[in-house]
Antibody, heavy 122, light 107 residues
Framework: QVQLVESGGGVVPPRRSLRLSCAAS????????IHWVRRAPGKGLEWVAV????????YYADSVKGRFTISRDNTKNMVYLQMNSLRPEDTAMYYC???????????????WGQGTLVTVSS | DIQMTQSPSSLSASVGDRVTITCRAS??????LNWYQHKPGKAPELLIY???SLQSGVPSRFSASGSGTNFTLTISSLQPEDFATYYC?????????FGPGTTVDIK
């Protein structure tokens, strides 16, 4: 069955870095884009970034552009989110999600992981 | 960026009630509209894609319609497991924006 498992969250001081990982299984990983979505405490869902099935296209929310980098390793079925210059407002549960349609990034997230919590605080 | 709005922001309803949530896009998005259910401590679940297509495994009491800028999600007979927050999301253009959510709780 399809599984996505996030890891790498934790407590980090402002302006530091953290790398999140998303391990995927149970589907043809090389055919699907992967999204990162977050939910801050007391707030709604916020789309963060997406990477295309082959890693050639990457897109970001304005709130993280220039600070976060999404990447993938299709030999390991892994997606990463490198988060630099973290701010308190980046505190959130971070989810990775498999695109609901193959190939395109212009699609929702079908299967989601359980999330990994990032807390930015001194 | 395309802004998504939802109404109401919250509602109280009873088991068996018919519930309708509306979602509006700030510009044309064709049928690139998805609906999610999110419960505390759980992963979000995709209910509807392409504005009106029911995701496999989602109960048939959920339905949706709309195109262009105006969309609705309807739960025909609310069940106890349906109390949650519902989000719409446009996938027409980057960034893929979510609506602010509609929380459905027990009256």
């Amino acid at each position: 069955q399809v599984q996505l498992v996030e890891s790498g969250g934790g407590v980090v001081p402002p302006r530091r870095s953290l790398r999140l990982s998303c391990a995927a299984s149970g589907f043809t990983f090389t055919s699907y884009a992967i999204h990162w979505v977050r939910r801050a405490p007391g707030k709604g869902l916020e789309w963060v970034a997406v990477i295309s099935y082959d890693g050639s296209d990457k897109y970001y929310a304005d709130s993280v552009k220039g600070r976060f980098t999404i990447s993938r390793d299709n030999t390991k079925n892994m997606v990463y989110l490198q988060m630099n210059s973290l701010r308190p407002e980046d505190t959130a549960m971070y989810y990775c999600a498999k695109a609901s349609d193959s190939i395109t990034v212009y699609t929702g997230g079908h299967y989601w992981g359980q999330g990994t919590l990032v807390t930015v605080s001194s | 960026d395309i802004q998504m709005t939802q109404s109401p922001s919250s509602l109280s309803a009873s088991v068996g009630d018919r519930v309708t949530i509306t979602c509006r896009a700030s510009q044309y998005i064709s049928s690139y509209l998805n609906w999610y259910q999110h419960k505390p401590g759980k992963a979000p679940e995709l209910l509807i894609y392409a504005a009106a297509s029911l995701q496999s495994g989602v109960p048939s009491r959920f339905s949706a319609s709309g195109s262009g800028t105006n969309f609705t999600l309807t739960i025909s007979s609310l069940q106890p497991e349906d109390f949650a927050t519902y989000y719409c999301q446009q996938s027409y253009s980057i960034p893929l924006t979510f609506g602010p959510g509609t929380t459905v709780d027990i009256k």
